[in-house]
């Protein structure tokens, strides 16, 4: 990233983390993917139940991977399940979910849509801990911005990742379509941590994901 942009792009991850942490939430900034993943081994305990919400940034940084082949914890693998509604079910019970957002606003909102309501719901209730990992690319200034970008970038994107037959994969942007395969049935602005720091954001100061 260039030096002037991350400059500038530093001062708004620094106003996000302030604005975070008034609602509760927990956030650190890092440098990079390399960085967020030594954090995210130092936070996941051995003997931890771990899950994840689907998630693009999670595979590109190698969360993914580490989970696979860490023989530390036990890891509710929703993409290897025969069933995955099931590892969805017990991933309420799990001291650790990883997840990423569909947006960060810059006066500290997670906002997100859903098709399951699996991620969300265990964003807002149930395991004990949320990591939600994201790239500078997902903040925004405020939550029209992320539903703008949610409509435009993340969710049309997603849907061509998922080989989903939504309008949004022809038009490049929300049709606000009815179809049984969108990925937009549930749409959620988490604005506190209910609970303080149960929801911890690394944000990365570099892009990830959709
Ligand atoms: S509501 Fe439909 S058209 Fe809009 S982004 Fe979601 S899946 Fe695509």
């Not at 305990?45 to 190698?62: A, H, I, R, W």
């Not at 995955?84 to 997670?110: E, I, R, W």
């Amino acid at each position: 990233m260039d030096n002037n942009m991350k400059s500038i792009l530093k001062i708004h991850a620094e106003q996000t983390k302030k604005n975070l942490e008034d609602r509760q939430f927990e956030c650190t900034i890092v440098e990079d993917e390399k960085e967020a993943l030594e954090l995210i081994k130092s936070m996941v305990k051995v003997n931890d139940v771990v899950s994840v919400g689907g998630s693009q940034t999670l595979f590109e940084t190698g969360v993914i991977e580490w989970l696979e082949n860490n023989q530390d914890i036990t890891y509710l693998d929703r993409y290897h399940a025969e069933d995955p509604h099931q590892v969805f079910h017990s991933a309420f019970n799990a001291d650790v979910y990883l997840t990423s957002t569909n947006a960060l606003t810059m006066d500290g909102k997670l906002v997100n849509v859903d098709g399951n309501g699996n991620r969300v719901a265990a964003m807002i209730y149930g395991p004990k801990k949320v990591i939600v990992l994201t790239g500078i690319n997902k903040l925004v200034k405020d939550e029209a911005a992320a539903v703008e970008r949610i409509k435009t970038i993340a969710a049309p994107i997603n849907c061509v990742r998922l080989n989903k037959q939504t309008p949004c994969t022809k038009t490049g942007h929300c049709m606000d379509c009815l179809s049984a395969s969108r990925i937009c049935a549930s749409s959620v602005t988490q604005t506190r941590s209910q609970t303080k720091g149960r929801i911890h954001v690394i944000l990365m100061m570099q892009e990830a994901g959709y």
